[in-house]
Antibody, heavy 125, light 107 residues
């Protein structure tokens, strides 16, 4: 069974930093693209960042570019999100999500098949 | 950035009725659109990818259609567990975006 377990959220002051982790199990982690998606409670979903399977090609939403860094340790089956210069508007539940993978010779790296339960980040003084 | 617009914002229906949800993109995304269901306190669940392909384990009452800028999610006969918020998401370009959601609630 695929499991994604996020951790590292909490309360941080504006301008502060946090590092989120996502521990993956139940699949070959190094074969899949991974993503971070956030959601303000009661609001919609916002894609934050993605990382390809070998970690060589990260991408970011404009709202976090230059402040957040996505990375992965395939030996530890873990995805990370380093968040710096945090702002009040970064307050949200942060989900890690796994792509679908390849089906019948077609690959779908940018749809989210599996999700964790999220970790809450609150940026407030 | 490709903007997705969903309508209606809220759909009030009874169990057994047909639900038709719309998602419109600000520019063509070809068939690169997915639908997700989210219930309160839960993570989203992938229903449909590439406009019309049901994800693993998704019941046949869920179907998707459309291409270019106009897409539809249809739930043929609502079950009690289908009352939830539904989001569309595009991967037409590198910047992935979601629609604002349609809430399907019990009439």
């Amino acid at each position: 069974e695929v499991q994604l377990v996020e951790s590292g959220g909490g309360l941080v002051q504006p301008g502060g930093s946090l590092r989120l982790s996502c521990a993956a199990s139940g699949f070959t982690f190094s074969n899949f693209w991974m993503h971070w998606v956030r959601q303000v409670p009661g609001k919609g979903l916002v894609w934050v960042s993605r990382l390809n399977n070998d970690g060589s090609s990260p991408s970011y939403a404009d709202s976090v570019k230059g402040r957040f860094t996505i990375s992965r340790d395939n030996a530890k089956n873990t995805l990370y999100l380093e968040m710096n210069s945090l702002r009040a508007e970064d307050t949200a539940l942060y989900y890690c999500a796994r792509e679908i993978g390849c089906i019948g010779g077609n690959c779908y790296p940018e749809y989210f098949q599996h999700w964790g339960q999220g970790t809450l980040v609150t940026v407030s003084s | 950035e490709i903007v997705l617009t969903q309508s209606p914002a809220t759909l009030s229906l009874s169990p057994g009725e047909r639900a038709t949800l719309s998602c419109r993109a600000s520019q063509s995304v070809s068939s690169h659109l997915a639908w997700y269901q989210q219930k309160p306190g839960q993570a989203p669940r992938l229903l449909i990818y590439d406009a019309s392909n049901r994800a693993t384990g998704i019941p046949a009452r869920f179907s998707g259609s459309g291409s270019g800028t106009d897409f539809t999610l249809t739930i043929s006969s609502l079950e009690p567990e289908d009352f939830a918020v539904y989001y569309c998401q595009q991967r037409g370009n590198w910047l992935l975006t979601f629609g604002p959601g349609t809430k399907v609630d019990i009439k």
